[in-house]
């Protein structure tokens, strides 16, 4: 083996040179219409403007728009830009005067308006609002739209003009140094009088401390506290001409040179940025500051460049390295970051400087691995042939002829009783202290590939392997409890937490979590929000972050909230937020102890200084783009409608009803990151459900009904901060003629009146209709009354002719009983007599009553209890006939059949129980329920006789009794109970 010093070195690199910063630019390429740009500045919408000698620019972020003569401008060479209190913009240009920009119109300031020929190099505005303009022949002011010119100045060529915060008036000239007029007077500051570099002054500035910063064609000066002091620049700047200044958001100090790039002061010490740095070119026109804190670089022959996301400085350039891949990275006890590539290259770094190793020390095209420097003397490195040690005067190599299970070597870390614990592709390897031969541990088969140790903050070892995570435990490897049924794989790095917990990245498979007070592993993938799951390097910094290096960038978690609220919050940094080396190596993070975050890339080193990075706080602007109908482009102002002068959409837009298909384009500024910006969208009126988010720009809204709509945008810049409010458009689709609200309301009354017409005429028709049959109605009563009034004469003739026929029969039964002589033959012609007595009585009430159907059973009774008396003489006999019957209208021939059975119980009463006595025949008529009565016949006379049932059978009045009272749904009873009680039963038909 060839023996090295560390102090031999191939190559030594500048830090100043090997740093690259994050650059883009913009040019011809892009949509800028020329390749120079003399100025820029931003307007309250958060578009850059930009003066150019092809026109000027409007610049969103994404796309240009350019205006030119053809717009309406009086020339296309322009030199200085000024956004005014009243967010107009004037234009200065080298030829053709002044113009104003309002909306989308231009207005000319020329000789007519009082400036002299030729340029304006120079706008301001004072405090009281009036515009000044810098010329070839003097400085200028307008009053009353003419501009005329400051007498108390010189009529010489200005360079720039300046007010100041309190509204005093510097003027640069181009030959007589720096004017400054205040309330005491008018001071001239030049090279002669006062520390002024030279007298051709090409640019003023105030800083927000108030500091007044003059740029010379040969260098640089500063008035502060009624100073003029020189500003002594850096060693090495050759040509000193300022053209620009600006202060960015940390309060550093910028300036633009006109041909050495740009200088940053941080009040201490200056940062040179060329092209070694990223620039384009060192031809610098100017320089400003957006709102979120990146600087705007205006270059001649390379158009627009902007400066952003300072807090990543990338090694990218490395000498004879041309973006070399870091695969290896690690820090000694010292601080110093030492790298390798994939290549065989390996340095370290010191002072700034990159101090290369020699190449021969393994073969061409070797790939280290990793590193481990257990002293400035003493490196291991791990590489694809072999272990390798650098120590003071000899390297010492161990391969697989050492007793190495495979030649690809992972990582080496020393155990605590001197061990060095090897990972290798073939599983693991103990090399003992003071040895050259080294031990396998023959499990190949357990563990795969095996990439990552680590010695948790208990002395615990723990391994990733290609098959899961496994423990080192008394020589011996073990599977891992509980971490191995997660079905977890490819574990290519481990961290540990203040906590102790322990990290596990898995490429393809996420992040693993583990605490030994945990019963189960947490894994983190892209199901539960983890941005890439291609998982390299884990390293957790000394502020408690965990830095994930993945395939396509790298990942901030913050581990206290993850703790404290269980969720993870990750921050990405891939290619727009900075980070340009996107893939990062196998354990390739570190940290150095004065906080920077080192990382291995696929495209060289990249440092992170933490106190530079701040997230963008500036939400986007945003603003509507266009309109169309039907996703077609839509001229508005052709089809008659009213356009806003500056964006060219429709005011108190109303669209007919069959124009019902709507597009919104539409753009959030954000600078930073225009491609990140994030949008969510409604239409109020339609759905009143915001949108998911998209990074899509446009919405489209198909077959809208008719009625009033507002359009609402959100958006979000790359750090995740929304626009408080949203972007509103209102718009009207007007319903057809017979939807609108006039010819609904035509409608009703037509409809209300020919239904009142309808109704009125309904009505005379009904009216007409009722009358006839009102006629018909009563003529047909009239006719049923005639009708009624001959039956019921017809019914009560009936019944008078049968109660006359029945009288007859009775007179002839009467005068027949005269001839008779047998006391049973009269007897019997008594009985049909009092039968027959009692139909015509029923009769006779019949007919003499308006009601034909029914009769009055109690005046019935009593007028057939009366026939009985007369016929029996029952007073001569003093026998008493009492009636206790409550009024009660029946039918004819219920009454009929009841009389009959009431005739026949009194007359035997009369005959049979009261032989030579007084007497009383009670009749009395009781409800039961319902429809059901009870019928008594009392008397107290001598009683039933003892053979009364052998009479019964023989009885024809007792038989016809039976057979009626079976005919009224009943049946009578007969008991001795102080004289005869006869009891019917019977129910009357409701």
């Known amino acids: 083996?060839?023996?090295?010093?560390?102090?031999?070195?191939?190559?030594?690199?500048?830090?100043?040179?090997?740093?690259?910063?994050?650059?883009?630019?913009?040019?011809?390429?892009?949509?800028?219409?020329?390749?120079?740009?003399?100025?820029?500045?931003?307007?309250?919408?958060?578009?850059?403007?930009?003066?150019?000698?092809?026109?000027?620019?409007?610049?969103?972020?994404?796309?240009?728009?350019?205006?030119?003569?053809?717009?309406?401008?009086?020339?296309?060479?322009?030199?200085?830009?000024?956004?005014?209190?009243?967010?107009?913009?004037w234009i200065g240009t080298t030829d053709k005067g002044l113009m104003l920009l309002t909306g989308n119109n231009f207005y000319a300031y020329d000789l007519e308006a009082g400036l002299p020929p030729g340029g304006v190099y120079s706008i301001a505005e004072d405090n009281q609002g009036t515009i000044w303009a810098a010329t070839d022949s003097g400085v200028y002011y307008l009053a009353k739209n003419a501009f005329v010119q400051h007498t108390e100045l010189p009529p010489i060529r200005y360079n720039d003009v300046l007010f100041t915060a309190t509204n005093e008036l510097?003027?640069?000239?181009?030959?007589?140094?720096?004017?400054?007029?205040?309330?005491?007077?008018?001071?001239?500051?030049?090279?002669?009088?006062?520390?002024?570099?030279?007298?051709?002054?090409?640019v003023l500035n105030q800083s927000p401390d108030g500091t007044i910063w003059i740029g010379t064609a040969n260098g640089a000066a500063t008035f502060r506290q009624n100073k003029l002091e020189h500003f002594e620049l850096p060693a090495g700047i050759t040509s000193p001409n300022i053209r620009d200044f600006t202060t960015d958001n940390y309060g550093h100090q910028w300036l633009s040179l006109n041909l050495n790039g740009v200088l940053k002061y941080d009040g201490k010490e200056f940062q040179h940025l060329t092209r070694f740095s990223g620039l384009r070119t060192d031809r610098v026109n100017c320089i400003t500051t957006d709102r979120e804190g990146n600087i705007w670089i205006g270059t001649t022959g390379h158009g627009l460049m902007q400066?952003?996301?300072?807090?990543?400085?990338?090694?990218?350039?490395?000498?004879?390295?041309?973006?070399?891949?870091?695969?290896?990275?690690?820090?000694?006890?010292?601080?110093?970051?030492?790298?390798?590539?994939?290549?065989?290259?390996?340095?370290?770094?010191?002072g700034g400087i990159l101090n290369w190793l020699q190449t021969d020390i393994w073969p061409r095209g070797t790939t280290l691995h990793s590193m481990w420097v257990a002293h400035e003397n003493d490196v291991w490195v791990c590489t694809s042939k072999g272990l390798y040690r650098l120590g003071p005067g000899k390297v010492t190599h161990y391969s697989t002829a050492q007793g190495l299970p495979s030649a690809e070597v992972f990582q080496a870390m020393l155990m605590r009783n001197g061990d060095l614990l090897l990972a290798t592709a073939a599983g693991l390897a103990v090399l003992p202290p003071n040895q050259q031969f080294i031990k396998p541990l023959h499990k190949p088969q357990l563990t795969g590939n095996v990439y990552a140790l680590h010695r948790d903050s208990q002395g615990r070892i723990w391994?990733?392997?290609?098959?899961?995570?496994f423990r080192y435990e008394n020589n011996a490897l073990a599977a891992a409890k509980g971490l191995g049924e997660a079905g977890f794989r490819e574990i290519r790095t481990i961290a540990e937490d203040e906590w102790g917990t322990l990290y596990f990245g898995g490429f393809n498979y996420g992040i693993m979590a583990w605490h030994d007070k945990w019963r189960a592993p947490k894994v983190y993938n892209s199901r539960n929000g983890l941005p890439n799951e291609g998982i390299k390097s884990l390293f957790v910094d000394n502020t408690n972050h965990l830095w994930v290096g993945t395939s396509r960038g790298v990942l901030k978690v913050q581990l206290d909230q993850l703790h404290t609220r269980g969720r993870i919050s990750i921050r990405s940094y891939a290619n727009q937020e900075g980070f340009r080396g996107l893939e990062v190596s196998n354990k390739g993070i570190t940290q150095t102890p004065d906080g920077t975050v080192w990382f291995a890339t696929a495209k060289g080193l990249t440092m992170y200084l933490p106190d530079m990075d701040r997230r963008n706080q500036v939400y986007p602007n945003t603003i509507l783009t266009n309109i169309m109908l039907f996703l077609k482009p839509t001229d508005w102002a052709s089809m008659g409608y009213a356009t806003d002068s500056t964006t060219e959409l429709p005011v108190n837009l109303r669209l007919p009803h069959h124009q019902n298909h709507l597009t919104f384009d539409f753009h959030g500024i954000s600078l930073t990151a225009p491609d990140r910006v994030r949008y969510r969208y409604r239409l109020k009126g339609h759905d009143d459900h915001w949108s998911a988010v998209t990074d899509h720009s446009f919405a489209t809204y198909a077959s809208l009904d008719p009625g009033t709509y507002t359009f609402q945008l959100l958006a979000a810049n790359s750090d995740g901060y929304w626009t408080p409010s949203p972007l509103t458009y209102t718009f009207t689709i007007v319903p057809p003629v017979w939807r609108r609200e006039w010819f609904i309301v035509l409608l009703v009354l037509i409809a209300t009146g020919a239904t009142i017409s309808l109704i009125r005429l309904r009505e005379r028709s009904l009216v007409k209709m009722n009358t006839l049959l009102e006629h018909k109605v009563q003529y047909r009563t009239q006719l049923l009354e005639e009708k009624n009034r001959e039956k019921e004469i017809l019914l009560k003739?009936?019944?008078?002719?049968?109660?006359?026929?029945?009288?007859?029969?009775?007179?002839?039964?009467?005068?027949?009983?005269?001839?008779?002589?047998?006391?049973?033959?009269?007897?019997?012609?008594?009985?049909?007599?009092?039968?027959?007595?009692?139909?015509?009585?029923?009769?006779?009430?019949?007919?003499?009553?308006?009601?034909?159907?029914?009769?009055?059973?109690?005046?019935?009774?009593?007028?057939?209890?009366?026939?009985?008396?007369?016929?029996?003489?029952?007073?001569?006999?003093?026998?008493?006939?009492?009636?206790?019957?409550?009024?009660?209208?029946?039918?004819?021939?219920?009454?009929?059949?009841?009389?009959?059975?009431?005739?026949?119980?009194?007359?035997?009463?009369?005959?049979?129980?009261?032989?030579?006595?007084?007497?009383?025949?009670?009749?009395?008529?009781?409800?039961?329920?319902?429809?059901?009565?009870?019928?008594?016949?009392?008397?107290?006379?001598?009683?039933?006789p003892s053979d009364f049932q052998e009479r019964r059978k023989k009885s024809f009045g007792l038989q016809l009794v039976s057979s009626l009272a079976r005919k009224l749904g009943g049946n009578i009873e007969f008991q001795n109970n102080n004289g005869t009680k006869s009891i019917l039963y019977f129910v009357l038909a409701s």
């Open 1 to 89: 083996m060839r023996l090295i010093a560390f102090t031999l070195l191939l190559a030594v690199s500048l830090n100043l040179q090997a740093q690259q910063f994050n650059f883009r630019n913009w040019s011809l390429e892009q949509g800028l219409p020329q390749s120079q740009v003399n100025d820029i500045l931003q307007d309250h919408k958060g578009q850059l403007w930009l003066a150019t000698l092809g026109g000027l620019s409007r610049f969103d972020g994404s796309t240009f728009h350019t205006y030119t003569k053809r717009d309406g401008m009086s020339s296309n060479s322009i030199s200085c830009l000024l956004l005014d209190s009243r967010q107009r913009i």
């Open 797 to 944: 003739e009936i019944h008078h002719r049968v109660k006359n026929n029945l009288q007859i029969i009775m007179s002839m039964l009467n005068l027949q009983a005269r001839h008779v002589q047998d006391p049973n033959a009269l007897e019997v012609m008594q009985s049909v007599r009092g039968r027959v007595r009692s139909m015509a009585i029923l009769h006779e009430r019949l007919y003499q009553h308006e009601d034909l159907a029914s009769i009055d059973l109690n005046a019935y009774i009593e007028d057939i209890c009366e026939g009985l008396s007369a016929t029996y003489g029952t007073k001569e006999r003093h026998i008493k006939i009492k009636l206790d019957i409550p009024t009660i209208m029946v039918e004819a021939d219920t009454a009929l059949s009841l009389g009959l059975i009431v005739n026949e119980l009194v007359s035997n009463s009369i005959k049979y129980a009261f032989p030579n006595r007084y007497g009383q025949v009670a009749i009395y008529l009781r409800p039961e329920h319902e429809n059901a009565y009870t019928l008594t016949v009392h008397d107290d006379g001598v009683g039933l």
């Open 170 to 202: 510097w003027a640069g000239s181009n030959s007589q140094g720096v004017y400054s007029i205040t309330s005491k007077g008018t001071t001239n500051y030049t090279s002669a009088n006062s520390s002024l570099p030279y007298n051709s002054v090409n």
């Open 307 to 350: 400066y952003r996301n300072p807090w990543f400085v990338h090694f990218f350039d490395m000498g004879q390295v041309k973006e070399p891949v870091i695969s290896a990275l690690a820090q000694d006890t010292k601080g110093r970051v030492w790298l390798g590539t994939d290549d065989g290259y390996a340095a370290y770094m010191e």
């Open 463 to 469: 391994v990733g392997a290609e098959k899961g995570v």
